[in-house]
């Protein structure tokens, strides 16, 4: 039988395989996440129809003749170019600007998916589309701890600030230096217990020839003194066992802006609203006006990413062509960075893509002549018979 037969079965095999490819990542022009392949073809075995011969006293040397018995698949590997973003506006949607992969968790098996459109379940646990967990590292009292295990991520919707007691009060503004003897300025100042309990203490200012007098319910707390405007006086005064800082207060005429500035101590919050940070940190907002961490995302890369295997669903699983995985926070070096309200979109280039499917259907046609040429060929033998 004639071997340019046998070459021709395998010139449709690797161009059927390379139109299988090609129409796959057609296919999925618009699929999330998704990363394009590539086929790669080599030649197989040839026949050795005359060996090499070296040079001789009477004769050159002769190279060796052979002859080729087809074409073979050598790979299908997988152009990880990072996509293109698209914007979304949901805060649960995030997308890897570099090159790590999200760690979910489905069936008790790890995988790994560039995909970032995510969701939280009823139970506050983030999910893929279909219902994998997306591992990271959770908070404790505000603190993650990256360098544990990985765990589901959750969004715990019943969570609560701690209260916490006032211990420090800023006064800011300017006490008036031309103001009358007699004059009072009263302020009342919120605080808050350990219990989170909220409690009102008013201070009076009152002026008399060598400052302002502060006072409380519980009698006289000190006196505020200055010169040419700049305090004099002590820098702190205890107003109900809570320091009062009074050193940014000044003392220049025509001008009353007495105010409370900042101070710590709130009552105890319930879970409001929550952020994604480039780093992956899921940053909670309480009704107290605290912030905390409440978890962060993690990601994982890959020494080869070209030996994962593809498992469904936009997800990768690890191989031992791939290493270990090697897990981190968004931002840390190697593993890219959190976009929060984007998903990445496919890195299929349609443009490359039908060229590829041009040249797998000519391939394909070329070699299909092959084999009606040798057929033809085969038909002018039995027809030798006759």
Do not use: C
């Amino acid at each position: 039988m004639l071997r340019s037969l046998f070459s021709g079965i395998s010139g449709l095999r690797a161009h059927q395989t390379m139109l299988d490819v090609t129409g796959n990542n057609i296919a999925n022009v618009n699929t999330a996440g998704f990363k394009s392949s590539s086929t790669q073809f080599q030649d197989t075995l040839s026949q050795l129809v005359q060996g090499a011969a070296g040079p001789g006293a009477g004769a050159g040397g002769q190279n060796p003749a052979q002859v080729g018995l087809g074409v073979q698949l050598a790979g299908i590997s997988t152009n990880f170019a990072q996509g293109s973003a698209q914007a979304t506006g949901r805060a649960s949607d995030l997308m890897i600007s570099g090159d790590g992969f999200f760690a979910v968790q489905t069936g008790g098996e790890t995988l790994y998916t560039r995909s970032g459109a995510f969701e939280f379940d009823p139970q506050g646990r983030l999910v893929t589309q279909d219902g994998a967990f997306v591992m990271g590292w959770n908070a404790v009292g505000g603190q993650v701890n990256q360098g544990g295990g990985l765990q589901n991520v959750v969004l715990p919707r019943g969570a609560v600030s701690a209260a916490a007691a006032t211990t420090r009060i800023e006064l800011a503004g300017n006490l008036p230096s031309d103001a009358a003897d007699g004059t009072e300025l009263i302020r009342d100042l919120d605080v808050y217990d350990a219990t989170g309990a909220a409690a009102t203490v008013q201070v009076t200012f009152t002026k008399d020839a060598t400052g302002w007098i502060v006072s409380d319910g519980t009698g006289i707390l000190g006196t505020l003194t200055f010169a040419d405007g700049q305090p004099t006086g002590p820098a702190t005064l205890t107003v109900g066992g809570i320091t009062a800082d009074v050193s940014k207060l000044t003392g220049f005429a025509d001008l009353s802006t007495l105010k409370v500035g900042d101070q710590d101590g709130r009552p105890a919050g319930t879970l409001d609203q929550y952020t994604i940070g480039p780093d992956g940190t899921i940053t909670g907002t309480f009704t107290n006006g605290a912030t905390e961490a409440i978890g962060r995302i993690a990601l994982a890369t890959f020494v080869n990413p070209g030996g994962l295997e593809k498992a469904g669903n936009s997800t990768y699983r690890a191989t031992a062509n791939t290493g270990a995985a090697a897990y981190g926070g968004a931002g840390d070096a190697g593993y890219g960075a959190l976009a929060g309200g984007y998903l990445e979109m496919s890195n299929v280039d349609l443009s490359q893509e039908f060229t590829n499917l041009i040249i797998a259907q000519r391939g394909f046609q070329a070699n299909a002549r092959i084999i009606t040429t040798s057929d033809e060929v085969l038909q002018e033998l039995t027809n030798l018979k006759r």
